[in-house]
């Protein structure tokens, strides 16, 4: 691996970095000698995963801080990538996994749930790539958490999945805008991950029919996507799979395809 592309003293801004696959991401790059991460967390319900996260990564040898904000509103956005600058410097990588989920026929779902989900999954992830280009460094890396839903053909998630593919887009303008500093801009869409934010959005039969719909799921410790099969591939984004750019890519054992 060549020092330029290196996670080694690297700077790194993940948000929604406090728990579940964000927070493994953070403690993976700790241990790949990340030099420090921003850790960001939406509310005061996260701020207890969000700081134990900054325990563990300082545990591992990088310096963390915890940042909180609502990345709904752009303002936030900038001030996430100016408070990470002022305690550690321009950012070399910065990872994306802020994402809401709604299960819903069309019919039912009202203009403020559509607003919501718009401005989570969609507004706040263009304003998070509109930073970073601004503020990571050249030959940075940028990742950005989207779904394999972006490869279904299916019902009842038009909110989630629709407001996520717009960030399709955004990945493939931001690889080409970015692309003369040596930046690479990628989306990870997982499968249905084994974490809390699956859960609550699914009923039992759902449940049991993603714990079988992945060609792989066989082999899987839940039938549905481990975070830690997810972590190694953003891992490798960083570092030396910098020539992957504008891409999306499904990490979901066969779960959808595209």
């Keep these: 691996m060549t020092h330029r592309h290196a996670i080694k003293d690297k700077v790194a801004l993940i948000a929604g970095g406090g728990k579940n696959l964000g927070g493994l991401i953070a403690r993976d790059l700790a241990q790949q000698g990340a030099k420090a991460i921003a850790i960001h967390y939406n509310s005061a319900a996260s701020e207890a995963e969000a700081l134990a996260t900054v325990a563990a990564v300082k545990d591992l040898g990088a310096q963390a801080i915890a940042v909180r904000g609502d990345l709904t509103k752009a303002a936030a956005v900038q001030k996430l990538f100016a408070d990470t600058v002022a305690a550690f410097g321009r950012p070399d990588i910065a990872i994306n996994t802020v994402g809401k989920v709604l299960k819903k026929p069309m019919h039912e779902i009202s203009e403020a749930e559509f607003d919501e989900m718009s401005d989570v999954n969609s507004k706040a992830a263009f304003f998070f790539l509109k930073e970073a280009g601004i503020h990571v460094n050249d030959h940075g890396k940028v990742v950005t958490l989207v779904t394999s839903l972006l490869g279904a053909f299916t019902p009842f998630y038009a909110s989630y999945a629709g407001t996520k593919a717009p960030v399709e887009h955004y990945t493939r ?68 799979g910098w020539w992957i750019t504008g891409q999306t890519i499904l990490i979901n054992g066969g779960y959808t395809t595209k």
């Design 173 to 240: 303008a931001a690889a080409k805008e970015l692309g003369a500093r040596g930046i690479s801009v990628t989306a990870v869409g997982p499968g249905p991950m084994d974490t809390p934010f699956f859960y609550p959005a699914e009923g039992a039969d759902a449940v049991a029919y993603h714990k079988t719909a992945a060609a792989l799921s066989g082999f899987s410790k839940t039938g549905l996507t481990d975070i830690e099969d997810v972590v190694p591939f953003i891992r490798h984004l960083v570092s030396d």
